[in-house]
């Protein structure tokens, strides 16, 4: 992986620098943050940097500070919904502080002793909040299909099928 690069800044935008070491340019995603810290072009930058390599595409992201790109590797990795670009993108608009303390109050209200999954509770317990709940399902008289939530059986006399005692008795 690459984790930093340094050489000379040939070209700088809002969200893109290109650096050149050895002969070879790279492309490296910036911040507005980070944009805004750079040196004039000529100069020597060192940027601390996140590879990241999918299928169709590698991209390299860059920040002033160590501590930016290890929040950008947190944000990406461990928020939902979060890529590459939005993480960018919100670290373009807000501070370094102000992201990290909004991101621990977030997960403190998250219970990390339990996962999700041993907190529910247990199913058919009379407490759940499925239980006595009918299907929503409604048939042509308006009434419920007289099915449980979450369950094939009838909601009453279990043992009958469609056609009731009737049937039996031809």
Do not use: W
């Not at 990406?76 to 939005?86: F, M």
């Amino acid at each position: 992986m690459i984790t930093s690069i340094q050489g000379t800044l040939t070209e700088s935008g809002l969200v893109r620098a290109v650096v050149e070491v050895g002969g070879l340019g790279y492309e490296v995603h910036v911040p507005v943050t980070t944009a805004e810290r750079l040196p004039p072009k000529g100069s020597v930058v060192k940027l601390h940097t996140l590879a990241i390599y999918r299928e169709d595409s590698q991209a390299l992201y860059g920040f002033a500070t160590p501590e930016d790109r290890d929040f950008f590797r947190l944000m990406i990795e461990n928020v939902t919904g979060i890529g590459p670009k939005v993480a960018l993108s919100i670290m373009s608009r807000l501070s370094l502080p102000l992201l990290q303390g909004r991101y621990a109050r977030a997960t403190s209200r998250r219970s990390p002793s339990a996962p999700a999954s041993a907190r529910r509770r247990p199913r058919g317990s009379s407490s759940s909040s499925r239980a006595g709940r009918r299907c929503g399902r409604r048939a042509r008289g308006g009434a419920c299909c007289g099915r449980r939530a979450g369950r094939g059986l009838p909601a009453r006399g279990r043992g009958r099928r469609a056609g009731g005692p009737g049937l039996q008795d031809r």
